[in-house]
Nanobody, 123 residues
Framework: VQLQASGGGLVQAGESLRLSCTAR????????MAWYRQAPGKQRELVAD???????NYADPVKGRFTISRDNAANTVYLQMSSLKPEDTAAYYC??????????????????WGQGTQVTVSS
């Protein structure tokens, strides 16, 4: 299973960005998909997560500004980021947990990380 993230970039404060992350690998089901971020010198932190039935959870700093969504048929999770602030600058990582795949047999993965995509917000 691989997660491929895209959509990062350099924007000015107040602008918007949309991140996307697609899981590939004969996937039958993904329980939870999420976005984390890590700023230089800081620990990786949860930004938002969403279950396969649509339940969402947001970190306090992004509530009201970020929206997480997913397309289960496409195994894709999105993060719409609005009213961006310089403190949102970080590498954003896609995460998926409790993944079931099917090739010749069923397989189960507890979690998978995607590569980071950089978001830089200038003041």
């Amino acid at each position: 299973v691989q997660l491929q993230a895209s959509g990062g970039g350099l924007v000015q404060a107040g602008e918007s960005l949309r991140l996307s992350c697609t899981a590939r690998g004969h996937i039958l089901k993904i329980d939870t998909m999420a976005w984390y971020r890590q700023a230089p010198g800081k620990q990786r932190e949860l930004v938002a997560d969403i279950t396969d039935d649509g339940s969402v959870n947001y970190a306090d700093p992004v509530k009201g500004r970020f929206t997480i969504s997913r397309d289960n048929a496409a195994n894709t999770v999105y993060l719409q980021m609005s009213s961006l602030k310089p403190e949102d600058t970080a590498a954003y990582y896609c995460y998926a947990s409790r993944i079931v795949t099917l090739t010749t047999t069923k397989s189960f993965f507890y979690y998978v990380w995607g590569q980071g995509t950089q978001v830089t917000v200038s003041s």
